[in-house]
């Protein structure tokens, strides 16, 4: 059973950093394309980052130069490296796995509150 399971939301002040884990079972992360999407209270979904089977990267301008997504594939999981936090990273982080453009299993999110 294909499953992703997302943890690490927090609390944590302005200009501080939170990395996010999303262990995956039931398939081979490091197969698939792997992202991680955000919605903000009272906003829409915004995708926030890729990472390709071959290992390329890719990220939201909004969080460039601040947040890193990688993966562990002898544990099966992928991460997101949140640094430079601000307000307007409040959300609640999904992970997803992809296939051919879907956005194919969804976790059930972990919440990042940014605040003071």
């Known amino acids: 059973q294909v499953q992703v399971v997302e943890s690490g939301g927090d609390l944590v002040q302005p200009g501080g950093s939170l990395r996010l884990s999303c262990v995956a079972s039931?398939?081979?992360?490091?197969?698939?394309?792997m992202t991680w999407v955000r919605q903000a209270p009272g906003k829409g979904l915004e995708w926030v980052s890729d990472?390709?089977?071959?290992?390329?990267?890719y990220y939201a301008d909004s969080v460039k130069g601040r947040f890193t997504i990688s993966r562990d594939n002898a544990k099966n999981t992928l991460y997101l490296q949140m640094n430079s936090l601000k307000p307007e990273d409040t959300a609640v982080y999904y992970c997803v796995k992809r296939k051919t453009g879907l956005y194919d299993y969804w976790g059930q999110g972990t919440r990042v509150t940014v605040s003071s």
């Open positions: 039931g398939f081979t992360l490091n197969f698939y394309t």
């Open positions: 990472i390709w089977s071959g290992g390329n990267t």
